[in-house]
T-cell receptor, first 113, second 120 residues
Framework: GNSVTQMEGPVTLSEEAFLTINCTYT??????LFWYVQYPGEGLQLLLK?????DKGSNKGFEATYRKETTSFHLEKGSVQVSDSAVYFC????????????FGTGTRLKVLA | GAVVSQHPSWVICKSGTSVKIECRSL??????MFWYRQFPKQSLMLMAT?????????EQGVEKDKFLINHASLTLSTLTVTSAHPEDSSFYIC????????????????FGPGTRLTVL
């Protein structure tokens, strides 16, 4: 079946450090891939997405590339800020009769000043 | 664009009472809305999928008689937690999928800010 695996957190970084949060997936067909961010006490906000192999999603300095050969969609940012502290969810969408999302377990990022 | 609101943002109720949570897509029409439940420091668990004008589809293990979903229009879905108990305390999040159009992709879900339910 379809699944999403994220690296476990929490991830603690100093401000301006490089960030990588790993995400791999298992899916039949051609899912779309997403990264969502959740700030404390809030819902999820779409951070970026990619709909086909080799697509790169980017937003607010974050990037992720849809790698079909490695079934990965790792999230990266060159220089994190304290305001990036949040929980990051990797997700895929697929259609098999019905349309659904599958979420990873989330990775908590804490950035220290 | 693609803003989803939820009301209320938090609610505290007594055990045995019912609570209704509204989910609205403010600037687009949603063919499908989804209801999720999130436990502390955990991922989202899909509870049900709701299509406008038809019955909701519940995930395995979710009691349809306890979590009543109504999707009366393309911009509104409601979740009613009936006879709430302390174990129903959680963060409930809805999302909406675009009905279709040239400006927003249909494979993306847009999430509401969530409703924190506390049952005493």
């Amino acid at each position: 079946g379809n699944s999403v695996t994220q690296m476990e957190g929490p991830v603690t970084l100093s401000e301006e450090a490089f960030l990588t949060i790993n995400c791999t997936y298992t899916a039949t067909g051609y899912p779309s891939l997403f990264w969502y961010v959740q700030y404390p006490g809030e819902g999820l906000q779409l951070l970026l997405k990619a709909t086909k192999a080799d697509d790169k999603g980017s937003n607010k300095g974050f990037e992720a590339t849809y790698r079909k050969e490695t079934t990965s969609f790792h999230l990266e940012k060159g220089s994190v800020q304290v305001s990036d502290s949040a929980v990051y969810f990797c997700a895929l969408s697929y259609t098999s009769g019905t349309y659904k999302y599958i979420f990873g377990t989330g990775t908590r990022l804490k950035v220290l000043a | 664009g693609a803003v989803v609101s939820q009301h209320p943002s938090w609610v505290i109720c007594k055990s045995g009472t019912s609570v209704k949570i509204e989910c609205r897509s403010l600037d687009f029409q949603a063919t499908t809305m989804f209801w999720y439940r999130q436990f502390p420091k955990q991922s989202l668990m899909l509870m049900a999928t709701s299509n406008e004008g038809s019955k909701a589809t519940y995930e395995q293990g979710v009691e349809k008689d306890k979590f009543l979903i109504n999707h009366a229009s393309l911009t509104l879905s409601t979740l009613t937690v009936t006879s709430a108990h302390p174990e129903d305390s959680s963060f409930y999040i809805c999302s909406a999928r675009l009905a279709g159009g040239p400006y927003l992709p249909t494979d993306t879900q847009y999430f509401g800010p969530g409703t924190r339910l506390t049952v005493l």
